[in-house]
């Protein structure tokens, strides 16, 4: 063999190696991995960028996958941090979870659907398909589009929880797996109801109110909206270190007003803060 | 060893590797897909029409039939389509102009299958809900979009075959004082037939793998569908939406999920190699 094949052998080589190293890159000491929830990963990637800028030469990678995909790699050591938007199972009860912030869930239906306020009991019935047309107030006779999250996600399990309790999400419900896919399904069919981080409402769908009561910080933070679910960090042990201190600053007040202006929930309020949450 | 038993032996071992890799997957398929199903029993998770994972009720029943009715619309859009394109191509048109539609057709094959999905979602879902009512996400979106992407593989599978067929076929039927029309019709189509046929297969094959496409504009509801109208889910689906935060007897009935595709798709194959091979020997 020439010497030419000999060295590009090396090139191969160091194909094969490069991955290697760059997933090695996040092990050093300069650098914390976050992994997790796609509900919680934009707002991690804000606080994380907010972080990096206060402390040049610290890296935090953030990244998506779902919140058992996060717990999963805490549980393995592949990442230090993981998020969730749902509560931990049983089987996940030895991991460490801090609620970060808290985001509420709100009901959405298309910006021209006449009505404003439904009870905790009607949405029950709309989305267990027990009322499956829109004529029962007054509406067209249109049948109702139900739209739902996949099984497993967090804001599902929050909405079962907080709403539907023993009753099932109806199979007939169509199934999105993103906030965002949701708002657009709702925003272009007429005859849709769904669910939605309240920090994802936008002025092209309307959130209802639930019993009269409107989803804003005011209400949620004096619990007369109860629609609302904990973001979880989840360390496989006290969390030390840069772990530690990125925590930190996002329980710090100054990280906290940068996750309410992204239209999440502080539970300890701040000055600041007591404004509409943000549409 | 000489050089050339050195590369003989190298290529063998990489033949050998891409092949283990597909023995690799399916292993991991079935060991973490085959205890959910002992578990809970192939009947009841076969058949089961519930799913709901969170309450460990696991029937993909639903599943099976909405990949089922997609694939077959697919197919009644995708197989009269796909085989008037291959005749057309290979009898009907000028060499030149076939010259030109020929890498046009290849180039279906090279979108992108979200790029189908997007399409469907903003073109397809609109008019359909605007036409007929419903979501408009429905197995009716889903196989038009899907018909068209299994186009190139039953135009270039078909057309093959019709070209492999032997010139005094068709010169036969001509002298006879057939048409063009029923030379066509009557001969070419008929003694194509095996290699039609497996293109029929492989493009059900490629319909009922599709998975990106199909979660945007199929709508994804776990319910046994009543008419095209509704939304349904189909078992890539299944898997492919729900993989992100499955958990335990969640994740693993999605191996399992896999287990069942792996199977519909191991037959829907073979059966194509051996109408292939029946139709060459």
């Not at chain 1, 094949?5 to 090139?11: K, L, P």
């Not at chain 1, 409107?214 to 949620?220: H, K, M, P």
């Not at chain 2, 590369?7 to 079935?30: P, Q, R, T, V």
């Not at chain 2, 189908?116 to 605007?130: C, M, Q, S, T």
Request: some cysteine; proline content about 5%; overall charge positive.
């Amino acid at each position: 063999m020439g010497k030419g094949r000999g060295s590009r052998w090396v090139h191969w080589l160091g194909l094969l190696i490069l991955p290697a190293l760059l997933s090695g890159c996040q092990r050093q000491p300069g650098g914390v991995s976050v992994v997790g929830s796609t509900s919680v990963e934009p707002f991690a990637e804000a606080l994380a960028e907010e972080y990096m800028s206060r402390h040049p030469g610290v890296k935090i990678f953030v990244q998506g996958g779902g919140s058992s995909a996060g717990i999963q790699a805490v549980r393995t050591g592949s990442a230090e941090i993981g998020m969730s938007s749902r509560n931990l199972i049983d089987s996940e009860k030895d991991l460490i979870a801090v609620p970060i912030i808290y985001d509420a869930i709100a009901v959405i239906v298309h910006r021209e659907n006449p009505l404003n306020d439904l009870t905790l009991d009607q949405i029950r019935k709309i989305f267990s398909a027990e009322i499956t047309r829109w004529v029962e107030w007054g509406g067209k006779n249109h049948p109702i589009t139900l739209v739902t999250r996949e099984e497993g996600s967090g804001t599902r399990e929050a909405f079962q929880k907080l709403i539907m309790g023993k009753r099932e999400i109806s199979l007939s419900a169509l199934v999105q797996d993103s906030n965002g896919a949701i708002r657009q399904v709702v925003t272009d069919d007429r005859n849709a109801i769904g669910y939605i981080s309240l920090g994802l409402v936008n002025d092209r769908v309307k959130a209802l109110k639930i019993g009269g009561i409107e989803a804003t910080v005011d209400n949620i933070q004096h619990q007369r909206y109860q629609i609302v679910r904990p973001f979880l960090f989840v360390f496989k042990s006290r969390p030390q270190d840069l772990a530690k201190d990125f925590l930190d600053y996002i329980l710090s007040p100054a990280g906290q007003k940068l996750l309410v202006q992204e239209g999440l929930i502080s539970m300890n309020p701040i000055p600041e803060s007591k404004k509409e949450a943000r549409r | 060893m000489s050089k050339e038993k050195i590369l003989e032996k190298s290529f063998l071992l990489i033949a050998l590797s891409s092949i283990s890799i597909l023995g690799l997957i399916a292993f991991f398929i079935f060991e973490q897909g085959i205890p959910l199903i002992w578990k809970i029993g192939l009947k009841s998770f076969l058949l089961g029409d519930r799913w709901f994972p969170s309450k460990e009720s696991f029937g993909i029943f639903p599943m099976i039939v909405g990949s089922f009715w997609v694939t077959l619309g697919s197919l009644v859009v995708g197989v009269p389509l796909g085989l008037a394109c291959a005749v057309f191509l290979c009898e009907l048109t000028p060499p030149t102009f076939a010259m030109i539609l020929r890498p046009m057709i290849q180039l279906l094959a090279a979108i992108p299958s979200v790029i189908y999905g997007f399409w469907g979602l903003i073109v397809l879902v609109p008019l359909i809900r605007e036409t007929f009512g419903g979501p408009g996400l429905s197995i009716l979106a889903g196989s038009l979009v899907l018909g068209i992407m299994i186009l190139p593989t039953i135009i270039s599978i078909s057309e093959d075959s019709l070209r492999a067929l032997p010139r005094t076929y068709k010169e036969g039927a001509l002298s006879l004082g057939a048409t063009h029309w029923q030379a066509i019709w009557r001969v070419l189509l008929p003694a194509a037939r095996s290699g039609i046929v497996a293109s029929v297969i492989l493009g059900m094959g490629r319909a009922i793998g599709e998975t990106m496409a199909m979660i945007m504009i199929l709508g994804n509801a776990a319910q046994l569908p009543r008419s095209i109208l509704d939304s349904a889910r189909t078992l890539t689906t299944n898997i492919g939406i729900e993989m992100g935060y499955a958990s335990g007897d969640h994740r693993q009935a999605l191996f399992a999920t896999g287990v069942v595709l792996f199977f519909i798709i191991m037959i829907l194959n073979s059966v194509a190699l051996l109408v292939s091979r029946k139709g060459k020997a």
